[in-house]
């Protein structure tokens, strides 16, 4: 079976609270950051991403925060519902090689969401 | 739409043997790249290739190979697999000047 997820923390929330999820990043000159969620067998998804000219961003039922001074990212999604159960992923921009930016990935946090 | 395209979905080896996954994209996308994702450990980066022709390791390079001989693919082989190397594999792609990757759908390997 699935493999992926062993190990996580991992926040159980109540269906329609609001759910937040933390994430300290390691390097104080990374300038974008992202969160993807992942869904049991699947691929990670994007869900929304900052650079650290701001320190908010909302999406759709989504908000990412973003505190630059303790190296600290936050993705908070209102009134949480069970298709937002899954794996969470922060991630920070990290060497720049070719052209490109390598993403550096945290290890993940599980979102249990309960009726 | 089909996006970024990974096969097989599930394989098994035994220790020894060799294999190739595949990956496609239909998005032109120069940057292609794959991961491999561990119990508690997140997507650590094996190989990346920022166009046709030019591949670079990433983190965790030994013992995978990969080329890029058009935009479209980029194959990841396994030439003598090892137990160490069960693990979930993610193929991921994006253009020119953008962060954001846009993942597969995955390859679940097992070497027995």
């Known amino acids: 079976g699935e493999s992926v997820g062993l190990h996580l923390p991992t926040l159980s929330v109540q269906e329609g609270d609001n759910s937040i999820i933390n994430c300290a990043y390691s390097n104080s000159a990374s300038d974008y950051f992202i969160w993807y969620k992942q869904e049991s067998g699947k691929g990670p998804q994007f869900i929304i991403d900052i650079r650290s000219n701001m320190d908010k961003r909302q999406g759709q039922r989504v908000t990412v925060l973003l505190n630059k001074t303790v190296k600290h990212l936050s993705l908070q999604i209102a009134a949480t519902q069970p298709g937002d159960s899954a794996v969470y992923f922060c991630?920070?921009?990290?060497?720049?090689?070719?052209?490109?930016?390598?993403?550096?990935f945290g290890a993940g946090t599980r979102l249990a969401v309960h009726p | 739409n089909a996006g970024v395209t990974q096969t097989p979905k599930f394989q098994v080896l035994k220790t020894g043997q060799s294999m190739t996954l595949q990956c496609a994209q239909d998005m032109n996308h120069e940057y292609m790249s794959w991961y491999r994702q561990d119990p508690g450990m997140g997507l650590r980066l094996i190989h990346y290739s920022v166009g046709a022709g030019i591949t670079d390791q990433g983190e965790v390079p030994n013992g995978y190979n990969v080329s890029r001989s058009t935009t479209e693919d980029f194959p990841l082989r396994l030439l003598s697999a090892a137990p160490s190397q069960t693990s979930v594999y993610f193929c991921?792609?994006?253009?020119?000047?953008?962060?954001?990757?846009?993942f597969g759908s995955g390859t679940q390997l097992s070497v027995l």
């Open positions: 991630a920070e921009n990290g060497e720049f090689s070719g052209g490109y930016n390598k993403l550096i």
């Open positions: 991921a792609s994006s253009p020119p000047g953008v962060e954001k990757l846009f």
